[in-house]
């Protein structure tokens, strides 16, 4: 079998350092918290609905909370202290906090024993949810069960969530596994989650509750129809990352885009509110049993790819170690990277196949995702078609959990039905014709597959220590990940990151923390 | 007369036309090439063309990719198109009805004719190995299978055909330069009706570029396209065979 040769010693060193990375973040993560996560609980309990300007209720209680620096008490207080006081829902007692005339009296307040109870059934059942759409997973998984590794990965991108919908089943037809529907662009900037299905969407579609109920009725409808089980993805990023991961777990989606540092680097969101905000969600995604896809492909888009590849190791690194402290299994992690190098440099292929071999062998219980081409792609269609079979190549030579396959259009559109079409077919070929390949090759020793893939774990292991030493946040002002530089108070959302007052309240998040 | 029913190009939305064209203009690559790779584009329907690529694939000459939308459609609702109605059978069943119903061996006798060499087509028909795990007429106890082979004339496949008493006559035509495999098959229908006997035999076209429609129109019984099966092609010389028996009693 295919190997190359990987120091145990230096993967156990960048697994220390990467939890003392960790760990220093973690002490500022459990002291606040964010108006996203908020909206979170609030949601989790049971308020729903937007008001009659469309402003999804959780944003208008939160944010007049927040305007009265009473945030850092937790929603859950507030709402808590109303049902105590007589409301008869969740909802009610949201809209009260949202709409009454005056604030909540806290000057004298239930004891929090009483108002702990008062929310505990609400807790259970937002916690019920989550684990009744896990089971109704694995129970329309042992009746369909999913395709082999690679699982084919496709997009899908009309803006209408119906024309979404249609073209999930025809990319299940033609052999996808794995269906996601990309956002419209600059959702992630969005502070709010719009309300019910939409239809117009520049770049891709608005993830809303309700177009994530859409697309798990038709990727279920295709999983019974080709008795193959469909996975479907969206994103949990950007600054309603928590709430995402709220709406995804209870409406059963399999994968969510997931990422410590994406937001911080790629989206210049304010790193204190993504550390926060990726916590909180990664411990909803730890229950519901979602599978992540980090963003380390992304790196090798603005960095280059031969120079940088150590930084999407090292990034790996951390991913995984923030991970660990939400309570996510490895089986969860779909750790992320990509065939980025540039086609015309020789011997890009065996550099391509060192890494993709290396990240498999160092995180062999990772669901590991493997990332198309995409800033080398050209409008030459055709030379695009071969680009992507190489890199299919590797993705079944490599043994590849999760492939998001290449689109020759890549560099023109949106893939359309026919492009998706083509890629399935020319990756169904591939993965066939070479299934055992990896089984039956060897990499010579110290050969150059070989002396990559050691080169790539030392400079791993060299950046580690540097950010180790410095702290995640002076690293990432010193732009160790992908040539990006962000400050710790700069980028958007940061006015929304509150230090936790000593009798702050979050139910739900306690209960996940607490759950085994 | 069928209501309208037009249809266009599909991408990712109903109605949006979007195609791609790939093409060669004998210019080298240029922003003035680049407008005339457009322009090109547009006067072949596709309204804001976007060319994706311009590159020189020869000295002075430019390939293309560009993409756009369509602004033709097409009426389905106006097109038919005959095909070749025969019922699916097994190889068990085609000898089965060949021993029940007709009770003789059919023999059919097969060419590639005119200056065509490419036999690929008729030997997959009539071979015993078949094609894509079809076993060909010769391994049918019901058929006494001749594959004259290549570059046969249309007289002598005739003459040969009429000898053996042929059921069926295939006649594979892969060369379609300046269309010689329609004049070079026209030829032979002709050749066999001025001989007074075309009744007596099933004429059978194939090829890559052959359908049914035109086989009919250049005077065959039926045309067979790229994929059929022996199978296919047998079921329906046994089917026009059992016919002709009972309409003579």
């Known amino acids: ?42 949601r989790a309990l049971g308020a729903t609905g937007a008001s009659e300007e469309g402003t999804p209720l959780v944003n208008v209680a939160v944010d007049r909370y927040h305007e009265a620096g009473l945030l850092d008490r937790g929603i859950a207080f507030y709402i808590g202290i109303v049902l105590v006081r007589g409301a008869k829902s969740v909802q009610e007692a949201a809209e009260e906090l949202a709409f009454a005339k005056e604030l909540v009296n806290v000057d004298s307040t239930p004891s929090p024993d009483a108002i702990a109870a008062a929310l505990a059934p609400h807790v259970t059942k937002a916690l019920a949810r989550i684990d009744s759409a896990r089971e109704e997973r694995e129970a329309l998984k042992r009746e369909v069960t999913p395709g082999p590794n690679p699982l084919k990965y496709v997009i899908v991108a009309t803006g209408n969530i119906y024309d979404d919908a249609l073209q999930a089943k025809a990319a299940a037809h033609a052999g996808a596994d794995i269906v996601a529907v990309i956002r419209a662009t600059a959702q992630s900037l969005l502070d709010y989650v719009p309300h019910g299905p939409t239809t117009e969407g520049y770049g891709g579609t608005f993830a809303t509750q309700e177009n994530f109920r859409i697309i798990r009725e038709a990727t279920n409808d295709a999983a019974r129809n080709h008795g193959r089980y469909i996975l479907q993805t969206n994103y949990s990023s950007g600054l309603c990352m928590s709430e995402i991961a709220w709406m995804a777990a209870v409406e059963r989606l399999d994968m969510l885009l ?13 790193m204190c509110r993504t550390f926060v905000d990726q916590y909180v969600s990664r411990r909803l995604i730890g229950r519901s049993g979602i599978i992540i896809n980090t963003g380390e492909d992304n790196y090798l888009t603005t960095a280059d790819a031969v120079e940088k590849a150590h930084t999407v190791l090292a990034s790996q690194f951390i991913n995984e170690a923030f991970a660990l402290r939400a309570g996510l299994r490895e089986e969860q ?16 292929f065996l550099y391509e196949l060192a890494q993709a071999q290396l990240v498999r062998q160092i995180f062999e219980r990772h669901p590991i995702k493997w990332m198309p081409p995409t800033k080398h792609k050209v409008g030459d269609i055709f030379f695009a078609h071969v680009h992507d079979a190489l890199f299919s190549l590797v993705g079944i030579t490599t043994n590849q959990s999760i492939e998001l396959l290449g689109m020759f259009s890549e560099a023109v559109h949106n893939p359309m039905l026919m492009d998706r079409y083509l890629s399935l077919k020319a990756t169904r070929y591939v993965y066939t014709a070479a299934k055992h390949l990896g089984d039956e090759i060897e990499f010579k020793p110290n050969g150059r597959i070989a002396q990559r893939a050691v080169n790539v774990l030392d400079e791993a292991v060299a950046l580690l220590e540097q950010v180790a030493r410095d702290g995640i946040w002076d690293s990432i002002a010193k732009g160790a990940f992908a040539d990006v530089k962000r400050t710790r108070t700069g980028g958007k959302g940061y006015r929304g990151v509150i230090g936790k007052h000593e009798r702050y309240m979050n139910p739900l998040l306690d209960a996940l923390e607490g759950a085994p | 007369m069928n209501p309208k ?6 991408g990712d939305r109903h109605g949006d036309g979007m195609i791609q ?14 407008e005339a790779a457009k322009r090109f584009a547009e006067a072949h329907g596709l309204v804001d063309p976007l060319v994706a690529t311009m590159e020189e694939c020869a000295e002075n000459y430019a390939f293309f990719v560009v993409y756009g939308s369509s602004k033709h459609s097409v009426d389905i609702g106006s097109i038919e198109v005959p095909e070749v109605s025969t019922a699916s ?15 003789r061996k059919l023999v059919v006798v097969g060419a590639c004719t005119g200056s065509d060499a490419h036999t690929v087509g008729i030997d997959a028909i009539l071979n015993y190995k078949g094609y894509a795990g079809d076993k060909g007429l010769e391994s049918y106890k019901g058929f006494e299978a001749y594959n004259l082979g290549a570059q046969v004339e249309n007289d002598q496949l005739a003459a040969r055909a009429r000898g053996l008493s042929a059921d069926a006559i295939l006649v594979s035509q892969v060369i379609t330069q300046r269309n010689c495999h329609k004049d070079n098959s026209r030829a032979l229908v002709d050749l066999i009706e001025r001989q007074g006997w075309r009744e007596q035999v099933l004429l059978l076209l194939g090829g890559p570029r052959i359908d049914h429609k035109l086989a009919l129109e250049l005077g065959f019984d039926a045309g067979f396209g790229p994929g059929t099966k022996p199978a296919e092609v047998a079921s329906f010389i046994a089917e026009r065979v059992r016919e002709r028996t009972k309409a003579r009693g």
Not at chain 1, 258 to 270: E, K, Q, S
Request: with cysteine.
């Open chain 1, 1 to 42: 079998m295919a190997t190359v040769p990987v120091d145990t010693n230096k993967v156990e060193r960048c697994r220390q350092l990467a939890q003392h990375v960790a760990d220093d973040v973690q002490r500022f993560i459990d002291g606040h918290t964010t108006t996203g996560v908020e909206r979170t609980v609030l």
């Open chain 1, 258 to 270: 997931n990422d410590a540092m994406y937001g911080i680097l790629f989206r210049d969101i304010n």
């Open chain 1, 333 to 348: 992690m779909g750790l992320g990277h990509a065939y980025e190098i540039n086609p015309w440099l020789e011997d890009s």
């Open chain 2, 5 to 10: 029913q037009p249809i266009r190009a599909y």
């Open chain 2, 21 to 34: 064209l790939s093409f060669v203009l004998p210019i080298a690559p240029s922003p003035r090439a680049r």
């Open chain 2, 89 to 103: 059978r097994t190889r068990e069943e085609i000898e089965e009805l060949i021993k029940k119903d007709i009770g």
